[in-house]
């Protein structure tokens, strides 16, 4: 089945640059790959997906790039703010079935 | 995006009795899944919520253990039978909508 690895398990960068979360996949047959935010007591929130139709997407300061041929995925944040700060997870899907999730990325930022 | 309530936010359960969560989605939706969180890790998919069938179970979970009931398009439960203290987790129910997967706030289960 598929597996999905995520790194690095925590980031501490300063406010105002740039955080990176790289995860890998094992299916080439996956095909969505949405990345969740999770803050403290709260559910995942979608933040962002990516299709594998599709090689970047960008929300504001938020974007997510797929390389399948190497098969990972990258969430990248710019102008960081400290209400960025929280647990991310990527995930990977084959069309409409269960999500696999990655291990988690515990970003802190700075001020 | 669909909204997903989930009840109770959080209890406090004594060894070997059970507990029901409850999810509620505000509209109809085709596919609905219940994750475990243990303390600082990553989801883990316990079951697919079938509706109107039995659900889906993922390797190393089971229905008597974990019974889940899925009545109609907007609702399901997650029991938790027999507690022991190795089942204090975070509990979540998730809808997939088109594409796109939502999660409710969670349920944190601590069991003494």
């Known amino acids: 089945g598929e597996n999905v690895e995520q790194h690095p398990s925590t980031l501490s960068v300063q406010e105002g640059d740039s955080a990176v979360i790289k995860c890998t996949y094992s299916?080439?047959?996956?095909?969505?790959f949405p990345w969740y935010k999770q803050e403290l007591g709260k559910g995942p929130q979608l933040i962002i997906d990516?299709?594998?139709?599709?090689g970047e997407k960008k929300d504001q300061r938020i974007a997510v790039t797929l390389n399948k041929t190497a098969k990972h995925f990258s969430l990248h944040i710019t102008e960081t703010q400290p209400e960025d700060s929280a647990v991310y997870f990527c995930?990977?899907?084959?069309?409409?079935?269960?999500?696999?999730f990655g291990q988690g990325t515990r970003l802190t930022i700075n001020p | 995006s669909a909204v997903i309530s989930q009840k109770p936010s959080r209890d406090i359960c004594q060894r070997g009795t059970s507990l029901t969560i409850q999810c509620q989605v505000d509209?109809?939706?085709?596919?609905m899944f219940w994750y475990r969180q243990q303390p600082g890790q990553s989801l883990t998919l316990i079951a697919t919520?079938?509706?109107?069938?039995?659900?889906?179970?993922e390797s190393g979970f089971v229905i008597d253990k974990f019974p889940i009931s899925r009545p109609n398009l907007t609702f399901s439960t997650l029991t938790v039978s027999n507690m022991s203290p190795e089942d204090s987790s975070i509990y979540l129910c998730?809808?997939?909508?088109?594409?796109?997967?939502?999660f409710g706030q969670g349920t944190r289960l601590t069991v003494v």
């Open positions: 998730s809808v997939r909508d088109r594409a796109e997967a939502f």
């Open positions: 299916d080439s047959a996956s095909n969505y």
């Open positions: 990516i299709r594998s139709n599709v």
């Open positions: 995930a990977a899907s084959i069309r409409a079935q269960k999500l696999v």
């Open positions: 509209s109809q939706v085709t596919m």
């Open positions: 919520a079938n509706q109107g069938s039995e659900a889906t179970y």
